[in-house]
T-cell receptor, first 111, second 117 residues
């Protein structure tokens, strides 16, 4: 079973920041938080992942609470092409560990 | 960055026939690959974990004799849907994680849309 809880859907205005929350209260000490997104009929696209510290890359920022029980993915300036299903996944650090997907959040970016 | 190539992207087959889907890691070696299935408007469901040089590990409820997985090299895993039926029609997606190099997390293929008629 998925170890995360996300709102089923969210809207965001184009050009504004999109903040997608995720709860993972049962996360273990060596488990990472991964974010992926899936645009219709495509494979999931990697966005970002982190363990304890906040992370930022060219796509997004990941804010992880100090107790690691929740996190927020931030898309700083959402565009229409960011409309997708966003998955927050708690996963292992090893190369052989598997990712179990939850239901994700459908983000609709509106003009 | 890490790239996973999946082929074919779409396939239509007749009921009772078998279909093979290939998943290749193009610029990294993957000792472990994963196969998922996704039905319309649903999330990805993990089917099996493919280990190079050994038998795949199937998730509960997935028929190993129906979904044959072969991981013969560090860059290639195949999923064969045997004796396909219309209920096997789905979006199949593979994923891989490298053994070293830049850590991009898990990389996914672009998926294969299987339609059984």
């Amino acid at each position: 079973d998925a170890k995360t809880t996300q709102p089923p859907s969210m809207d965001c205005a184009e050009g504004r920041a999109a903040n997608l929350p995720c709860n993972h209260s049962t996360i273990s000490g060596n488990e990472y938080v991964y974010w992926y997104r899936q645009i219709h009929s495509q494979g999931p696209q990697y966005i970002i992942h982190g363990l304890k510290n906040n992370e930022t890359n060219e796509m997004a920022s990941l804010i992880i609470t100090e107790d690691r029980k929740s996190s927020t993915l931030i898309l700083p300036h959402a565009t229409l092409r960011d409309t997708a299903v966003y998955y927050c996944i708690v996963g292992p650090s090893s190369n052989t560990g598997k990712l179990i997907f939850g239901q994700g959040t459908t983000l609709q970016v509106k003009p | 960055g890490a790239v996973v190539s999946q082929h074919p992207s779409r396939v239509i087959c007749k009921s009772g026939t078998s279909v093979k889907i290939e998943c290749r890691s193009l610029d990294f070696q993957a000792t472990t690959m994963f196969w998922y299935r996704q039905f319309p408007k649903q999330s990805l469901m993990l089917m099996a974990t493919s280990n190079e040089g050994s038998k795949a590990t199937y998730e509960q409820g997935v028929e190993k004799d129906k979904f044959l997985i072969n991981h013969a090299s560090l860059t290639l895993s195949t999923l064969t849907v045997t004796s396909a039926h219309p209920e096997d029609s789905s979006f199949y997606i593979c994923s891989a994680r490298g053994t070293g190099g830049a850590d991009y997390g898990y990389t996914f293929g672009s998926g294969t849309r299987l339609t059984v008629v």
